[in-house]
């Protein structure tokens, strides 16, 4: 039985639009990469820093895609320009496309953030018919989609938040909400214009999430 081929799946803001790109050949391995960022603070007296969770990192999948005409005779960059051009601006989305890599059972959805290219066979004429690409895809979800998929037990509801010490309101809202950059929800709800200055021991609303 001949082994399923893999799939890049393109999201080009417009379902006429949207295209299917099939490898050639199946890589023979791919390598995931996912982190977390943390802001390490140092405390006098401890042995180590406290490390106060941020955000997490885009996760990053790597793989080779291996491409051969010879047999045809053809130039091989036929092919390796349509893993090559969703680098490239989309006119209607002012940015490269969100792409999907499908094989078997990793559906891995994100953007392409790298593509080098390396040719090894040629014609006489010089045109080429061997290549290999390395490829490097960053994972790519909207807000919605992961406030959807992170469990939250405090930004479904309001409740009250006692300031400590060198505490800031990004601070606040990585710990409830899982994304520092959701502070200015929390500015907001308590009329704060300089978040800057923020009183040690003020008990603040810390807003529930729509």
């Not at 790597?62 to 092919?79: A, H, I, M, P, S």
């Not at 998929?149 to 400590?164: E, G, N, V, Y």
């Amino acid at each position: 039985m001949a082994l399923k081929k893999a799939l890049i799946l393109v999201d080009r803001g417009n379902k006429s639009k949207n295209e299917q790109i099939e490898v050639l050949f199946n890589p023979s391995e791919y390598g995931l990469e996912t982190s977390n960022h943390y802001n390490w603070q140092k405390v006098p007296g401890l042995s180590m820093p406290i490390g106060q969770f941020v955000t997490g990192n885009t996760s990053t999948l790597t793989f080779d895609l291996f491409f051969d005409t010879y047999e045809k005779q053809t130039d091989v960059r036929e092919y390796t320009r349509k893993i090559s051009g969703l680098l490239d601006v989309e006119k209607e989305l002012h940015a490269p496309p969100v792409c999907r890599f499908v094989w078997g059972s990793l559906d891995f959805k994100g953007i392409v953030q790298k593509v080098t290219q390396t040719f090894t066979m040629f014609l006489d004429t010089g045109i080429p018919v061997r290549a290999k690409l390395k490829v490097t895809f960053n994972s790519w979800y909207t807000k919605k989609e992961q406030l959807q998929t992170i469990p939250r037990h405090s930004a479904d509801r309001t409740k009250q938040k006692m300031l400590k010490q060198g505490e800031e309101l990004w601070m606040v809202a990585a710990e409830e909400y899982q994304d520092p950059t959701l502070w200015r929800e929390i500015a907001k709800a308590n009329r704060i214009d300089n978040p800057a200055r923020l009183q040690t021991g003020r008990s603040i609303t810390v807003p529930r999430l729509d």
